[in-house]
């Protein structure tokens, strides 16, 4: 049983390590990972925190995102994202499975500070994804963006 929860963990440090590690290099703060690798968990749910500052180019208004499934399509198998932050809320669906397009982009409104950014499936399924997120100014200008993945399983 330990070597199985080893394992699971090793798992998901790998997951962050390649979510954390693209976003890093990504100077348009993207990343690509696989949601539920085994293709078992219909709930695989990756979690993060995106923090919006002023870096000198301006508060930031709002955090803005998009998805694209890059996997082959299969019926039902959808990716969301959630922007939260507060009492606000949106989401966006990647609504046509594995056509290699983004989904529609989001932006939630709510000014410099710590918004939940959330992805997650609609059935069970291994799915390559491509994830943007960025902190943007009143005036559409990059603010200061980081990023802090706390779940990916």
């Not at 963006?145 to 706390?150: E, H, N, R, S």
Request: with cysteine; aromatic share 6%.
């Amino acid at each position: 049983m330990s070597s199985w929860i080893n394992l699971r963990k090793q798992s998901i440090l790998i997951g962050l390590a390649v979510l954390v590690g693209y976003s890093s290099l990504a100077s348009a703060h993207s990343a690509r990972a696989v949601l539920d690798a085994a293709g078992n968990n219909a709930n695989f749910t990756a979690l993060a925190r995106v923090t919006c500052f002023n870096d000198g180019s301006g508060n930031a208004a709002y955090l803005t995102a998009r998805v694209r499934d890059n996997s082959p399509a299969v019926t039902g198998l959808l990716i969301n994202v959630q922007l939260l932050k507060g009492t606000m809320a949106i989401s966006a669906t990647d609504a046509v499975s594995g056509d290699a397009s983004y989904s529609d982009a989001i932006a939630l409104p709510a000014g410099n500070g710590v918004y939940t950014m959330m992805l997650n499936k609609t059935l069970a399924g291994a799915r390559s994804f491509d994830i943007e997120w960025h902190c943007m100014t009143a005036d559409g200008a990059h603010a200061g963006t980081d990023i802090i993945v706390d779940q990916f399983k």
